[in-house]
């Protein structure tokens, strides 16, 4: 999947003939479909997707569709003006990996493949392991020991995956599925694969759609592998070539302190990035110390006039905090991007005046643990009904 500079693969496709006005009534005839591939938050713009892929080959779960979110509480905790949560984890195995993998599956299966894999800091592997289920597909998974959720591991394992642990982590996983996935006969879907950031882009097109094609001022996003921020800034550059937007927003990248090699490359302007041997954070998603995708993370911040920043674990659990007691809820890593929100308005990188899209990469349920650090302990002994009455009477 990667080509002979080492420099990763990319979709160019050829809009110069895509009529704006004509994809837009398409798109919004197929919001009336409940049923087929159409009706996906992926395929329903599958002429920006990928638009040479046979109907017949596709797999779906129906992903994409997600919500989006005009929260106060969240726009109050960061300081700006509005601020649009876009939740992710409302995808059907609950994180933003079904965008891309419905298709990179669907790729692998008009490729002829039979068995796929991936390396994985959890989500991915949710993700593939239930396309391969849905498809009667073989799936191999690489997993960092101890360095994956364990509600993560276990829906992967539910799904029916073969589950392996990797010596150094997913770093190392990724590098052995490029260099060996291909003999090995597996169709590798790590984020190296093209046809994942061709499905990721869906999301903000969605959102661009929700919104009536206009978008806020800035898109912030938590930034790991970099696979989503490559993807969001090739969709709105896109929509931008065609006139399906009249103009793109910015883009703010966020890390994690402990593991936020890209945002040190981009503060100190340096031109290579430097991984980090050892990435640590609670957010274990973007726990990801030499990210694949940053060349062409590069490339977005450059063109979509972007910003990084990095935030710590104890932001980033405020963050999530808002974001759960809102009502939409999330795990720590999706809660990244509104600590980076808040941390750049407090800045004056973004002003208080401006409006800002955030991406909530996944689901609350994904991280248990995380859910134990940040809600007190319910203490739940039982109370006779006459205690418990007086109690809640008390309590009004
Ligand atoms: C994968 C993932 C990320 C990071 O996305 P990249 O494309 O790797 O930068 C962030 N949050 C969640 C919940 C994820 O699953």
Known sequence: MSCDCGGLLEVRQDFRLA???RLKTLFDCR???????YASGVWRYKELIDPELEEAHI????EGNTGL??????AIHAGVRRVWLKAQGENPSGSFKDNGM??????GVFAGYRAFACASTGNTSSSLAMYAAWAGLRCVVLVPPGGVAANKLMQ???YGAEVYGIEGGYDAGVRLLNRCGEALGLYVCNSVNPFRIEGQKSMIIEAAHQLGWTLPDWVVLPGGALSNASALGKGLLEMKA?????????????????????HRMIASGGGELVPEPAP?????????????????AARVLRDCAGVTCAVSDEAIMAAKRVIDRSGIGCEPAAAAGLAGLKKLAAEGTISRDETALVVLTGHMLKDADALRVSVPDPGLSPLAPDELFSRLAGVR
Do not use: H, M
């Not at 797999?59 to 129906?62: D, E, I, L, P, S």
């Open 102 to 107: 419905t298709a990179a599956v669907s790729r």
């Open 31 to 37: 919001l009336a479909l409940r049923t087929g591939p």
């Open 242 to 262: 065609i006139g399906l937007i009249g103009k793109v927003p910015r883009i703010a990248v966020v890390q994690a302190e402990g593991a936020s090699p890209f």
């Open 156 to 158: 992967t394992l539910a």
């Open 280 to 296: 640590r954070t609670a957010a274990s998603a973007i726990r990801i110390g030499n990210p694949p995708s940053w060349r062409k």
């Open 69 to 74: 979110y005009d929260c106060a509480p969240a």
């Open 19 to 21: 009529d704006a006005e």
């Open 59 to 62: 797999v779906t779960r129906g």
